[in-house]
């Protein structure tokens, strides 16, 4: 399957600081990234679907204004917790996909190895 | 609202035993149901994508059914290794198509030598 790589793996900042966590998809172009949070224990809560060059699609109940997103290629994603608390320490996933041109539909979901996240 | 459950009891069985994980969904039909392995601090990785029309799927040892009306997918792991022991997770895909996934909580499996 394909390769999709994130940036760092794990990450430990302070409380109100900003961090940034890329997503790259190595060996093909994704017109779609998605981006996860999981909690211990817990199923992946998709929290945005970007699509390069465009405004990335909240879910529900997820900030627009503290989780931005930025999709400025076919293969790089950014997910960027602004002021962060301890309650958005998680272990945060993106993964890519593209447009299946045949079918008109996404081909399956690729998923980096995560991004651990603990904000002190 | 849509539900996905999967087990989440552990599932221990014995090396060479068939794992059989089970993944039921209510207020929905998805055209698309998918498993996928998640390995500690790992991201997932997709295993089998079977489709609303299709009653079964097969890849080397792994084996998902697909039963629209029970609304439930079965997922067999035959002749089960150690290297087998993750957490299995499965996936519909949500309103809006197929690039939207809605994922169970997964269930443990540990085989045991």
């Known amino acids: 399957g394909a390769v999709v790589s994130q940036h760092p793996s794990w990450v430990i900042c302070k409380s109100g600081t900003s961090v940034k966590i890329e997503c790259r998809s190595l060996?093909?172009?994704?017109?779609?990234m998605f981006w996860y949070r999981q909690f211990p224990k817990q199923s992946l809560m998709l929290m945005a679907t970007s699509n390069e060059g465009s405004k990335a699609t909240y879910e529900q109940g997820v900030e627009k204004d503290k989780f931005l997103i930025n999709h400025a290629s076919l293969t790089l994603s950014t997910l960027t917790v602004t002021s962060a608390h301890p309650e958005d320490s998680s272990f945060y996933i993106c993964?890519?996909?593209?447009?299946?041109?045949?079918?008109?539909?996404?081909?399956?979901?690729?998923f980096g190895p995560g991004t651990r996240l603990t904000v002190l | 609202s849509q539900k996905i459950e999967q087990n989440s009891e552990a599932l221990n069985i014995q090396e060479g035993k068939t794992a059989t994980l089970t993944c039921n969904y209510t207020?929905?039909?998805?055209?698309?149901l998918q498993w996928y392995r998640q390995d500690p601090g790992r991201g997932p990785v997709f295993l089998l994508l079977?489709?609303?029309?299709?009653k079964e799927k097969r890849k080397e040892r792994l084996k998902v059914t697909f039963d629209t009306t029970l609304k439930q997918s079965l997922f067999h792991i035959t002749a089960s290794q150690p290297a087998d022991s993750a957490t299995y997770l499965c996936?519909?895909?949500?309103?809006?198509?197929?690039?939207?996934?809605?994922f169970g909580a997964g269930t443990r499996l540990a085989v045991h030598p």
């Open positions: 079977i489709r609303e029309n299709e």
């Open positions: 993964s890519a996909s593209n447009l299946n041109r045949a079918s008109g539909r996404y081909n399956e979901q690729f």
């Open positions: 060996d093909f172009q994704a017109t779609t």
């Open positions: 207020n929905y039909s998805p055209a698309y």
């Open positions: 996936a519909l895909d949500g309103t809006g198509g197929y690039n939207k996934l809605i």
